[in-house]
């Protein structure tokens, strides 16, 4: 079965410090995966979408990127973070219409 | 653009009483809508969707195109029903795959 792993769970770091979470997939091949951050009462926003390696779109302008050095790999980043960064970042993959969700890493940028 | 909406942050029923969670959308194309629930400590997991009009632990969905609206209705709340509930809306990327574009979310609080 399909199983999707995001680490670290809780993070937190300081102002204009790099970034790397990482989101592994298993158990499927060639997945559509997906970035999202979930902000207080903002739900849940669309950052980047791969479908496949080294393939990657972006949603919005922002001080992140994302890299998918793998298939089964998708990782976010930043070189500076700000404080506007904090939240919660889901990452979720697909191979269809449903989208599969990962635990989440919760990030606080002080 | 696509848009999902919904409208209430929060949710407060009691025990039994019915539930309707909305959501509306704006799409130019044909939409495929889904609702996503998220319980307390607990991953965002796909409760139903549209094209299925299945019944998810008594959770039911209709689309209405003319209403542009896809509410999700219970008729007898359970206090395990008590989760985050999003509604989302699949478009089309550039590429021709599929993303959600999600609305914020209302809380469901089913009290005692």
């Known amino acids: 079965s399909q199983t999707i792993h995001q680490w670290p769970a809780t993070l937190v770091q300081p102002v204009g410090s790099p970034l790397s979470l990482e989101c592994t997939v298993e158990?499927?091949?060639?997945?559509?995966l997906y970035w999202y951050r979930q902000a207080a009462g903002r739900g849940l926003q669309l950052l980047f979408y791969s479908v496949g390696i080294g393939q990657i779109s972006s949603e919005v302008p922002q001080n992140l990127s994302a890299s998918r050095p793998q298939d089964r790999q998708f990782i976010l980043s930043s070189k500076k973070l700000l404080l506007s960064d904090s939240g919660f970042y889901l990452c979720a993959w697909s191979s269809g219409e449903t989208q599969y969700f990962g635990p989440g890493t919760r990030l606080l940028v002080l | 653009a696509q848009r999902v909406t919904q409208p209430e942050k929060l949710l407060s029923v009691f025990k039994g009483a019915p539930v309707e969670l909305k959501c509306n959308y704006s799409y130019s194309g044909s939409p495929e809508l889904f609702w996503y629930v998220q319980y307390s400590r607990q991953r965002l997991q796909l409760l139903l969707r549209?094209?299925s009009r299945e019944s998810i632990k008594g959770f039911t969905a209709d689309l209405n195109k003319g209403e542009t609206s896809f509410h999700l209705k219970k008729p007898f709340a359970q206090e395990e029903d008590s989760a985050m509930y999003y509604c989302a809306l699949s478009t089309s990327m550039d590429t021709g795959r599929r993303a959600l574009t999600f609305g914020s979310g209302t809380r469901l609080q089913v009290q005692p």
């Open positions: 549209h094209i």
């Open positions: 158990g499927t091949s060639n997945p559509n």
